[in-house]
């Protein structure tokens, strides 16, 4: 019997450890790459923990923790971010544990704490990134002084709409990946929270990437998307700031 038990525990071992390869396979297969310039971009701004750290020249007027989109390269955001650095936000890109936030959803917290210097932080993300800082805010309500989502929305179990706490959705017309759950989610998010449209924006365009599957068509350009959302999250920002 005790063989039997042991040839059905390595059955078992071996199932697991071929389900988990397996699914790592499909993370690499199913990743999006960044442009090569998002890339050389990223890997200068990279520290010691491998977060991507965009600062503003002199002292920073708040912090930003970004979560990035599921299976995308985390340099790919590096571009949009280091505009919103370059008025006057320390922003750091997370990266994930298989370029998914849903393993990493408690990462802020060591970014936070190794930035003591600056007292007014927002957190977010776009897509499944912004999805999780929304699962962070649920579980940390008081944590952040913000919540800015770009083309994201809490998950069905996650309610914000009783919690206070500034919040700001900016999203594209053309998006076809967030589809009809999109509309429905906005009555989880917190009540004053600030819509922004971007006419003519898609899903991909937040960041620097290939097309993603199910995307619409875009009508304005990348750096057109990314100008007018980098001006919505400054504003965003300086209002958090404001007594």
């Avoid at 042991?6 to 697991?16: D, F, Q, S």
């Avoid at 990493?104 to 210097?117: H, L, S």
């Avoid at 996650?158 to 959705?169: F, G, N, Q």
């Amino acid at each position: 019997m005790s063989r039997l038990i042991e040839n059905i525990a390595i059955a078992l071992g071996t199932a697991v450890v071929i389900a988990m390869l397996g699914f790592y396979g499909w993370t690499q297969l199913s990743r999006y790459p960044a442009f090569d310039e998002a890339t050389s971009l990223a890997e200068n701004a990279q520290n010691a923990d491998g977060w991507i750290v965009l600062k503003p020249e002199g002292t920073p007027i708040a912090g930003f923790v970004f979560y990035p989109g599921g299976l995308v390269d985390p340099a790919a955001y590096a571009p949009l971010m280091k505009h919103v650095s370059d008025g006057g936000v320390l922003v750091v890109i997370v990266p994930m544990p298989l370029d998914l936030a849903v393993f990493g959803v408690g990462r802020a917290n060591k970014v936070v704490t190794a930035y003591p210097d600056v007292t007014h932080w927002a957190i977010g993300g776009h897509s499944l990134g912004g999805a999780m800082a929304c699962e962070y805010v649920s579980n940390n309500p008081n944590a952040f002084d913000g919540l800015i989502l770009l083309a994201s929305y809490p998950a069905d179990s996650t309610d914000l709409s009783e919690i206070d706490l500034p919040t700001i959705l900016i999203y594209g017309t053309e998006d076809g990946v967030s589809g009809d759950v999109f509309e429905a989610s906005k009555s989880r998010l917190p009540d004053d929270t600030s819509l922004v449209e971007i006419s003519g924006g898609n899903h991909a365009q937040f960041g620097d990437y290939g097309p993603q599957e199910g995307d619409g068509a875009a009508s304005i350009s990348r750096d057109q998307q990314q100008r007018l959302t980098t001006e919505s999250i400054l504003d965003f920002m300086e209002k958090l700031l404001q007594p």
